[in-house]
C-alpha cells in the first residue's frame, strides 16, 4: 500500500468544507426549484456568493455560550461532529488512484465506527446545552441514530458478503460487472433511509424538529458553532452519498467520461435526490420513525441478509 | 408507500413549471389603479388645493398618522400645515373614503423607503400633487350648496334656487 501523497491529506479535509459551505446554496436553489420559486440569486452570479456571505455573517456574530451550559462539552460537541465526518472520507474511494486510504482492510467499518461516533455530538450537545428543548433534540437524536445504525450495518453485510472484503476498493472492483444496486436493491433501500437518518435529514430530522423543539439539539448554538454542525450536517449528506455511490453504484466505473467525473455525478445525483426528498416529504411522527425502522428495516435487512447468503451458498464452488 | 414515492415524482415534475416569483427592482407587478399605496393630496380642475380641512380623514386615522391645522380665506377652509406621517400609516385607505372632497387620496406607489425615519414625515407640498387624481371633473365647490365667492347659494351645479322661507306663496 502506498502512502498518500501529503498534498491529498490537506486538500480533501478543505474540498469537503467547500462543497459542503457550496451544498447550503444548491439545498436552496433546488428547493425553490421545486417550489417553484428561485431561492437566493442576488449575491454573486447566480446568487452563488450567498454561501460566502452566510459563512462570513456565522463568523461575525457573537460566540455565546449560555452561562448554564457545561462550557468543555459544549464547545467540544461541534468538533466532534465535524471530525468524525471529516474522518470517514478518508476510506471513500473516489476513483482507482485519487483516495487517502481506500485500500484499508476494515474501510466499511472504519466508516461505520465514525457514523456511531458521530452520534456523540448531537447527544452531547443537547446534554451540555442544559435545556430542556436541546436535551429532548438530544435524546431523540441518540435513539433515532442508534437504531438505524443498526440497520445500516445489516445492509451492508449483502455487500460485504458478495465481495468478501471490507476494503472500499475491492468494493468497488467487484462491482465492474454488475453494480450492486440490482442483486442488493434491498440493501440498497434501507442503506440509503438509514444514510438520510444518520445524517437527520429530512424527512428524519426529527432532531431538529424545530415546531416542536425549538432547533432540537442545537437550540443553544449560535455564531460558528451553530456553522460547525451546519456543516458537518451537509458533509454528512455528501458522505452517505459517496457511500452509496461506492457501494451500490459502482463507485466511479461508467464508460465514455473520466471516473472522476462518473463519481462525482452519481454522487451529485444522490444529493439532489436528497434535497428533493426535504422538498417533497413531510416529517413523521416519532413513533412512526421507530416502527418503520424496527418493524420494517430491519426484518428486511435481515432477509436481505438470508437470501445474498443462501445464494452465494448455491453458488459456491464445490 | 406509493403515496410517498408518487410526491417525490410530482415534487420533481415541478422543476419544469413556471416559477411564480416576480422578479421585483427588474421586473415590476401591475398595480391597479385602486392599489392603496402612498397618500397624495389632489387639486380640483381649476388647480386649487381640494382639501378643505374638515379633519375626518385625522379623525378616521386608526393610527393618528395624519395632523393638519385649518386656516380660513375668505371665508374658504384650507390647510394651512398637512403632515402625514408615512412610518406610522398603515395604509387602509380609511382616509380616502372619510374625505368629502376628493381631496385625499392612495396611488399606486409604495417606493417609498427612507433611510432615515423622519424622512417619512411628509409635509403638505410634498403630498399635494398638480392634477386631480382619479377624480377629473369633480370639483368640490361646484356641486356643494356652500356659498363662496364667486358663487351663491343656489347657483351649484344640479341645485335649484333656495326657497324663500318668509314668502306665503306655494
Same mark, same amino acid.
Given at each position: 500500500m502506498t502512502q498518500p501523497p501529503l498534498l491529498t491529506i490537506i486538500l480533501t479535509p478543505l474540498l469537503i468544507l467547500a462543497l459542503a459551505t457550496l451544498l447550503t446554496w444548491v439545498e436552496r436553489r433546488l428547493l425553490g426549484l421545486w417550489q417553484d420559486r428561485y431561492g437566493?440569486?442576488?449575491?454573486g452570479p447566480g446568487g452563488l456568493f450567498q454561501a460566502v456571505a452566510d459563512g462570513i455573517k456565522l463568523l461575525f456574530k457573537q460566540d455565546w455560550i449560555p452561562p448554564f451550559a457545561d462550557k468543555a462539552v459544549f464547545i467540544l460537541a461541534p468538533a466532534i461532529g465535524m471530525m468524525t465526518v471529516m474522518l470517514s472520507?478518508?476510506?471513500?474511494?473516489?476513483t482507482a488512484r485519487q483516495s487517502?486510504?481506500?485500500?484499508?482492510?476494515v474501510g466499511l467499518l472504519f466508516v461505520l465506527a465514525m457514523m456511531s461516533l458521530g452520534v456523540y455530538a448531537v447527544v452531547l450537545a443537547g446534554w451540555a446545552s442544559n435545556s430542556k428543548y436541546a436535551l429532548l433534540g438530544g435524546m431523540r437524536a441518540a435513539a433515532q441514530m442508534i437504531s438505524y445504525e443498526v440497520f445500516m450495518g445489516l445492509s451492508l453485510l449483502g455487500v460485504v458478503m458478495i465481495t468478501g472484503s471490507f476494503s472500499l476498493h475491492d468494493i468497488v472492483t467487484a462491482?465492474?460487472?454488475?453494480?450492486?444496486?440490482?442483486?442488493q436493491c434491498a440493501g440498497f433501500v434501507v442503506f440509503l433511509l438509514a444514510g438520510i437518518a444518520e445524517t437527520h435529514r429530512?424527512?428524519?430530522d426529527l432532531p431538529e424538529g424545530e415546531n416542536e423543539?425549538?432547533?432540537?439539539?442545537?437550540?443553544?448554538y449560535s455564531g460558528m458553532k451553530f456553522g460547525m454542525f451546519f456543516l458537518a450536517e451537509y458533509a454528512g449528506i455528501i458522505l452517505v452519498s459517496a457511500l452509496v455511490t461506492t457501494l451500490?453504484?459502482?463507485?466511479?466505473?461508467?464508460?465514455?467520461?473520466p471516473p472522476v467525473l462518473w463519481f462525482a455525478l452519481k454522487t451529485g445525483a444522490l444529493v439532489a435526490f436528497f434535497i428533493l426528498l426535504r422538498a417533497a416529504l413531510p416529517r413523521p411522527r416519532y413513533d412512526q420513525l421507530m416502527a418503520l425502522g424496527w418493524k420494517v428495516l430491519l426484518p428486511v435487512s435481515l432477509l436481505n441478509i438470508a437470501a445474498t447468503g443462501t445464494v452465494l451458498m448455491l453458488h459456491a464452488p464445490g | 408507500m406509493s403515496g410517498t414515492l408518487r410526491t417525490l415524482f410530482l415534487t420533481f415534475l415541478h422543476a419544469f413549471r413556471r416559477r411564480e416569483?416576480?422578479?421585483?427592482?427588474?421586473e415590476k407587478p401591475y398595480l391597479p389603479?385602486?392599489?392603496?399605496g402612498r397618500i397624495i393630496l389632489s387639486r380640483d380642475p381649476d388647480g386649487?388645493?381640494?382639501?378643505?380641512?374638515?379633519?375626518l380623514c385625522a379623525v378616521a386615522c386608526p393610527v393618528d398618522c395624519i395632523s393638519l391645522q385649518k386656516a380660513e380665506t375668505e371665508g374658504r377652509w384650507y390647510p394651512e400645515y398637512f403632515r402625514i406621517n408615512f412610518s406610522r400609516c398603515?395604509?387602509?385607505?380609511f382616509c380616502e373614503e372619510a374625505c368629502p372632497t376628493y381631496a385625499i387620496q392612495l396611488t399606486?406607489?409604495?417606493?417609498? +423607503?427612507?433611510? +432615515?425615519?423622519?424622512?417619512?414625515?411628509?409635509e403638505k407640498e410634498d403630498l399635494l400633487i398638480s392634477g386631480t387624481g382619479k377624480?377629473?371633473?369633480?370639483?368640490f365647490y361646484r356641486v356643494a350648496g356652500v356659498p363662496v365667492p364667486g358663487k351663491e347659494r343656489?347657483? +351649484?351645479?344640479h341645485e335649484r334656487p333656495p326657497v324663500d322661507l318668509h314668502s306665503l306663496l306655494p
Open positions: 437566493p440569486n442576488r449575491v472520507f478518508a476510506v471513500i474511494p473516489v487517502i486510504a481506500d485500500h484499508l482492510n462491482q465492474s460487472g454488475l453494480w450492486f444496486i440490482i442483486p429530512l424527512p428524519f423543539l425549538g432547533a432540537g439539539f442545537h437550540t443553544e451500490y453504484l459502482g463507485g466511479w466505473q461508467g464508460p465514455l467520461l | 416569483t416576480v422578479q421585483y427592482p427588474e389603479p385602486r392599489y392603496r386649487e388645493e381640494r382639501c378643505v380641512s374638515c379633519n398603515i395604509f387602509c385607505g399606486p406607489d409604495f417606493e417609498m +423607503s427612507e433611510y +432615515s425615519r423622519p424622512n417619512l414625515v411628509y377624480y377629473p371633473d369633480y370639483n343656489g347657483e +351649484s351645479e
